[in-house]
Each structure stands twice: as C-alpha cells, then as structure tokens.
C-alpha cells in the first residue's frame, strides 16, 4: 500500500492546469509544425505561421495559449494499491482552483446549465474521469478543453449494418458541419462501441492519445490514415480560410458492445489540444 | 492589407469584399453569451444600451484576466453562431461590424446585407498574440458578469479577415472552393 498526501496531488494539479495552458504538448506541437512546413496553399501557410508565432509567445511570455482556457477535464487513473490521505476529488479541485487562480487563466464555469448560469468563479467543479488500475501508481492528466470545438462534438448509436463505411460517413459529415467553428486545424477522437454513456469518453480518449501513436490493430490503424488524409481533403483549412490542413491527428479507440449496436463519437479538439500528465 | 478605423460608417463596410485583410484601430466593444442576451433584453424593453450601437463594432471575447502589469489577457474570438439569435436584432439599430470566428446563420447574413453590416473573422486560439493589439480597456456594462462583461477597447492594428461581406459573400465557402480547384489542378 502506497500513501499519497491529498496536498500533493493539488499540487501537482494547479502546476498542470498553468503549464498545459502556456505550452503544447510536444507531439501536437510537432504535428502544427509539420503541418506548417507541408502546408502549400500560400493563405493557411500564412495562418499556420501566425499560430506558431502565438504559440512562441504564449511560451516565452507564460500566457495563455487561448483565452478559452478551458474546462478542467481531469483523468486520474489509481492503483488499486494506493490509499490517498485526504479527499482526491476535493485535492484535484482544489489544484484546479488554485492553478487557475495563479495561473491567471479564465474561468468558465457556471453551476447550473440552463436555470442558473451564473460564474462560479474559480473553474471548478473540474470534470473528473477515474479509472482503477492494478499496481500502486496514480497518474493523473489535466487537459483543459475549450467549448468552441467541444460543441462540435456528436454522439450517433449507429446500426451494426452501418458497418466501417457508416463510421467513416460520420466522421467526415461531423468534420464537414463544423467547418471553420472548431478552430482548425483541429484534433480528432473517434469512439467506437460500449454504450451510449462510455462512447463519448471513449472518444476523448482517443482524442487525448500521443499523436504519433497508433491503434493496435492494424485495420483501424489503416482506418485512421485513411480518415485523416480524407478529412484533410476537405478544404476547410486553417481557420477555415481553406487549405489542406484541416486535422493535425485521428485516433479510434474501440471498445465490445452489444449486438444489436454500434455506438459512434466523434470528439473534435482545436489545434490547442492540451494535455500534461504527471505519475505520483 | 487594408488600413480601418472606427468608426466603422456604411461608406466603410461597402468598400470591404470577404477575403480582404484588414487592420482595425479604433475603440471596440467586447460582449458574447450574457452581454449579448442583455443587449438584447434592453432594446426589446426600449432601455438604452451601455454604448451606442451605431457604426460600431462588437468583437465576441471573454478575455482571459490580466497579469500583473498587462492590461488584459489573450483575448481570441470566440464561436460566432451562439450570437445569432440576437445579431438581427443589433444589427437593425446600426451596428456596423461583428468580430468573431465561425459560421453564421441565414437571418444574420439576411440582416447584414439589409443594414450594411460586416463579419470579421480573427485567428481562433491566437489569443496571447491578440492581446498586444489592445492598448486600453474598460469594463463599461455588466461587471457581475467577469470575463462576459462589455469592456470598451482601444486596439491598434488588429489583424482581421474579412469572413463575410454587406453583399453577403461568404470567405468560408470561397475559400474553400478556391482550395479544392487549386488543389484539383495540381
């Protein structure tokens, strides 16, 4: 049994929540700048340029990248053999308070989502995922994610019959409608299987992996070249403006499901697509 | 690159066709969500508004607070569409120009081409190098409201694009079909 003092993992998440906010991850900063280098069309070269400028000065400046400095989504995955002294989810709270407090970063939560949309002021609550995991480790990842390319999110419980080429369809009908509002070039999770309430996590999942990594399978590995090269032929570009680099990355994570269905996500991040992990 | 100031008069918008790249100066009004369904609210109960509409610009921002010795945080457009429901509405009491990034809708574009309005597009998630075209800022209306109150800024050579025209030309949809044909070609 491993003891972990809550006061460390609020620690660990106020440092997360700033640097996530000031830096990219390096591989979805090595995608942008490839893109920026293989990037053709004089007006999304153009644009590109101005993104990494952004990015520079966010960095050298400790500033947010975006002012849409997100909602916390937090993903902490515990070792079955560690005990936390304290309360996590209030310790993981309190990090996100206290970072974005520090950090001077926006807060952009309301308690309430229809009724009462009043701030509260200090980016809490964040969204916590947990998952348990043998061993005694507890890693935890802070991706703050922004609304504008959350909103352009979809969920669709698909037929089995549908089969790969329904998924497909979707994938790029999702990309097609949100256009330039998801701040292109933009970063895609597609979920596929478990149920209604699993797939849409599935695809964050898959939205958050390295992007030099790839599906396991070699046919959803092929799946996600394929849908890539696809959805970067659709011209929107960057800022929408047109161009070829509509999507930095794809990923699809699978999960069983029941044999009446093929549930569907598709998870769009802006190019700011941010994430910063840490193992206690 | 076409140099504008504000105000931002009928003359001003016909001259601009989508595509044109532009760098605004002059003073701004900041608002989105709640500011705008107040505007809103104020006009359909004959109240005055906390600026006057006419030839001005609304730039959709909730700008991240400011560090110590800055005026204000990265301030990058936000998505426009959530606006729609009351641009129409702002744009018939002579509100010239909207900043923002994204599509918009039927109604709004209708409204545009009928009060002679225009649509700016700025680089969403550019938002640290936005802040340094702003020099001034003051929250004039709705402070209750933090990042979402109307602040009144003075910005200097603000790069934008012009997204959609007071004829109603969209740049997301030529944009789009100019790269698809130069792509073809190749």
């Not at chain 1, 939560?109 to 998952?131: F, G």
């Not at chain 1, 998801?182 to 898959?206: E, M, Q, R, Y």
């Not at chain 1, 800022?239 to 999960?255: K, P, V």
Request: hydrophobic share 40%.
């Amino acid at each position: 049994m491993k003891e972990i003092m809550a006061s460390k993992i609020t620690q660990a998440v106020a440092k997360m929540c700033k640097q996530a906010n000031y830096q990219l991850p390096n591989d979805i900063k090595d995608c942008l700048y490839d893109a920026y280098e293989q990037e053709q069309y004089p007006i999304a070269k153009k644009t590109l340029g101005i993104l990494k400028e952004n990015l520079e000065l966010a960095y050298s400046t400790q500033r947010p990248i975006c002012q849409d400095t997100g909602m916390a989504c937090v993903f902490v995955e515990i070792g079955q053999d560690v005990h936390v002294i304290g309360n996590l989810s209030d310790a993981i709270n309190d990090g996100v308070r206290q970072g974005y407090q520090e950090g001077y970063l926006r807060k952009s939560i309301v308690r309430d989502p229809v009724l009462d949309r009043v701030n509260t002021n200090d980016n809490t609550p964040a969204n916590i995922h947990y998952d348990i995991v043998a061993g005694d480790k507890l890693k935890i990842t802070v991706a703050p994610k922004g609304f504008g390319s959350e909103n352009m999110s979809r969920i669709k419980m698909m037929k089995p019959s549908d089969g790969i080429e329904g998924v497909k369809d979707f994938v790029l009908e999702t990309v097609r409608e949100a256009g330039p509002n998801p701040c292109p070039p933009v970063v895609i999770g597609v979920g596929i299987g478990g149920s209604f309430d699993t797939v849409g996590l599935l695809a964050k999942k898959a939205m958050l992996k390295n992007a030099h990594e790839h599906h396991p399978d070699k046919r959803y590995c092929a799946i996600e070249k394929e849908l890539l090269e696809r959805v970067n032929e659709l011209g929107i570009g960057p800022a929408g403006f047109g161009g070829h680099t509509t999507a930095l990355a794809l990923h699809i994570q699978t999960a069983p499901t029941h044999i009446a269905g093929m549930p569907v996500a598709v998870a769009i991040c802006c190019h700011v697509a941010r994430k910063m992990e840490v193992e206690l | 690159m076409i140099e504008l100031t504000t105000p931002f008069t009928k003359e001003k918008a016909r001259m601009l066709k989508a595509g044109d790249q532009v760098l605004l100066s002059g003073v701004i009004y900041t608002g989105r969500d709640a500011a705008h369904k107040r505007l809103v609210d104020a006009l359909e109960h004959n109240l005055p508004l906390p600026f006057d509409p006419m030839d001005a610009i609304i730039y959709f921002v909730g700008p991240a607070p400011a560090a110590p010795g800055e005026i204000i945080g990265s301030c990058g457009p936000t998505t426009s569409y959530r606006m729609d429901a009351y641009s129409p509405k702002l744009l018939s009491v002579g509100l010239r120009g909207m900043i923002g990034k994204g599509k918009r809708n039927d109604e709004v574009v209708e409204a545009m081409k009928e009060y002679d309005g225009v649509y700016f597009g700025a680089i969403g998630g550019a938002g640290a190098l936005m802040a340094h075209c702003v020099k001034e800022v003051e929250v004039i209306a709705y402070e209750d409201l933090g990042t979402e109150a109307i602040r009144r800024l003075v910005v200097k050579d603000m790069p934008l694009t012009v997204v959609i025209d007071s004829k109603g030309r969209d740049l997301y949809k030529i944009g789009k079909e100019k790269y698809l044909h130069y792509a073809h070609e190749d």
